[in-house]
């Protein structure tokens, strides 16, 4: 059987990857933490791709050649990290075919007991794709080493009773640094991130001008992030960094400027604008518009007249 006609392959624990990457059975039945250069799999046994039960986060160091980042490449070979969430698809073509580094592999139920397993929801880049990894510079990748480290000695030297309050605490650690470090990539690559903020704007316009929204209704921040190649989570952190506004603020705030605009220039009725901007009832048009102005469409209508 041809890779292309294997089914996704899902792995429900630790113990089942490790058998799969030719290593030794975990420490922890619900932590481990493999080495790249100790792996050994054929991924032609994978068919499409893996779905994971557990999180996993991976960092990478000694990358060759260029990385593909958003829609373009850059020379970064310092090293990355990227952030899978249980339930997801990872695909097997992997564009940085040549490094080593670590992976970090955490199943829910190693966190359950923790105010972690709900909080670590809330860290936007495990929803982030493949394209958006978080590259670190010299002393970022110092600095994450030494939580992996720090999370193996624990593994290796002590499983007790105070092992898991320790590693949850060193896996809050890594989280946080990610954030932080995620925080700076959005400032450093700017350039790159105003460029997306431009082809959004693009998008809106056209979306709205070429009657887009009549016939498909109000764009929603999936078809967006889509459009642009990117995660919606992404998406949204990365112009709430840069504006302060998340992504479905940004498509309220084109979808009021375009309302404003039928509503100064022309005859058209506040219903009609409203099935123009893509709302299936007036009232709801009505309700947003009240919200974001603090005046309703007919009210601001007059003000103009």
Same mark, same amino acid.
């Given at each position: 059987?041809?890779?292309?006609?294997?089914?996704?392959?899902?792995?429900?624990?630790?113990?089942?990857?490790?058998?799969?990457?030719?290593?030794?059975?975990?420490?922890?039945?619900?932590?481990?933490?493999?080495?790249?250069?100790?792996?050994?799999?054929?991924?032609?046994?994978?068919?499409?791709?893996?779905?994971?039960?557990?999180?996993?986060?991976?960092?990478?160091?000694?990358?060759?050649?260029?990385?593909?980042?958003?829609?373009?490449?850059?020379?970064?070979?310092?090293?990355?990290?990227?952030?899978?969430?249980?339930?997801?698809?990872?695909?097997?073509?992997?564009?940085?075919?040549?490094?080593?580094?670590?992976?970090?592999?955490?199943?829910?139920?190693?966190?359950?007991?923790?105010?972690?397993?709900?909080?670590?929801?809330?860290?936007?880049?495990?929803?982030?794709?493949?394209?958006?990894?978080?590259?670190?510079?010299?002393?970022?990748?110092?600095?994450?080493?030494?939580?992996?480290?720090?999370? @193996?000695?624990?593994? /290796?030297?002590?499983?007790?009773?105070?092992?898991?309050?320790?590693?949850?605490?060193?896996?809050?650690?890594?989280?946080?640094? *990610?954030?932080?470090?995620?925080?700076?990539?959005?400032?450093?690559?700017?350039?790159? /991130?105003?460029? !997306?903020?431009?082809?959004?704007?693009?998008?809106?316009?056209?979306?709205?001008?070429?009657?887009?929204? !009549?016939?498909?209704?109000?764009?929603?921040?999936?078809?967006?992030?889509?459009?642009?190649?990117?995660?919606?989570?992404?998406?949204?952190?990365?112009?709430?960094?840069?504006?302060?506004?998340?992504?479905?603020?940004?498509?309220?705030?084109?979808?009021?400027?375009?309302?404003?605009?039928?509503?100064?220039?022309?005859?058209?009725?506040?219903?009609?604008?409203?099935?123009?901007?893509?709302?299936?009832?007036?009232?709801?048009? *009505?309700?947003?518009?009240? @919200?974001?102005?603090?005046?309703?469409?007919?009210?601001?209508?007059?003000?103009? /007249?």
């Amino acid at each position: 059987m041809k890779k292309g006609d294997q089914p996704v392959h899902i792995f429900h624990s630790l113990s089942e990857l490790h058998r799969a990457v030719g290593q030794p059975q975990p420490q922890h039945p619900l932590i481990s933490i493999v080495n790249y250069s100790d792996v050994k799999v054929d991924t032609s046994q994978l068919g499409k791709g893996i779905v994971l039960d557990f999180y996993k986060i991976s960092f990478k160091s000694n990358f060759h050649g260029k990385i593909r980042y958003g829609q373009g490449f850059y020379d970064f070979e310092e090293g990355g990290m990227s952030f899978i969430a249980p339930g997801q698809l990872l695909r097997l073509i992997d564009e940085e075919a040549d490094y080593a580094g670590m992976s970090l592999h955490i199943h829910p139920d190693f966190i359950r007991p923790y105010a972690l397993h709900k909080t670590i929801k809330q860290y936007g880049f495990f929803s982030y794709t493949a394209a958006e990894a978080l590259y670190l510079s010299e002393k970022e990748k110092e600095t994450i080493m030494t939580v992996f480290n720090s999370i @193996q000695q624990e593994l /290796n030297e002590r499983i007790d009773r105070f092992s898991q309050d320790v590693i949850i605490s060193q896996i809050e650690l890594l989280l946080n640094y *990610s954030n932080r470090f995620y925080n700076r990539q959005f400032l450093t690559r700017k350039a790159v /991130n105003n460029d !997306l903020l431009s082809r959004m704007e693009a998008l809106l316009d056209h979306y709205f001008n070429e009657a887009d929204a !009549l016939r498909k209704g109000l764009p929603g921040v999936q078809y967006v992030a889509s459009a642009l190649n990117v995660s919606p989570g992404y998406l949204s952190d990365m112009l709430r960094n840069l504006t302060g506004l998340n992504a479905q603020q940004h498509i309220h705030q084109k979808l009021i400027e375009k309302a404003k605009e039928y509503l100064t220039t022309g005859n058209l009725s506040v219903a009609e604008i409203a099935y123009r901007l893509g709302f299936e009832r007036p009232q709801a048009f *009505s309700k947003m518009f009240k @919200q974001k102005t603090d005046q309703t469409p007919l009210e601001f209508k007059r003000s103009f /007249n």
